[in-house]
């Protein structure tokens, strides 16, 4: 895999299940290789994606509706590094 792409993004008061609920409901095309979704205290929310080297711009996640975060998503990509 060529690289990952990390989004994370805290929800306004009382909308984590509603933030979650539109991350998971989010499509990427292409679709990436593996994506993961995981959830953390004070209701953020974080989607892992890892894409291909022939895919040279991955797709991110877009921005969710101002009513379901308390902040824009935090945003990084990130290449592998020889062990």
């Known amino acids: 895999m060529a690289s990952a792409l990390m989004w994370e993004a805290k929800a306004a008061p009382g909308r984590g299940a509603a933030l979650l609920e539109w991350a998971r409901a989010r499509s990427l095309d292409p679709a990436p290789e593996r994506r993961e979704t995981f959830t953390a205290p004070q209701d953020r ?30 945003r990084w990509r990130f290449t592998p590094v020889d062990p």
């Open 45 to 74: 929310v974080l989607v892992i994606t890892w894409w291909p080297e022939h895919v040279a711009e991955p797709p991110e996640l877009p921005e969710p509706p101002e009513e379901l975060v308390a902040r824009p998503p935090h």
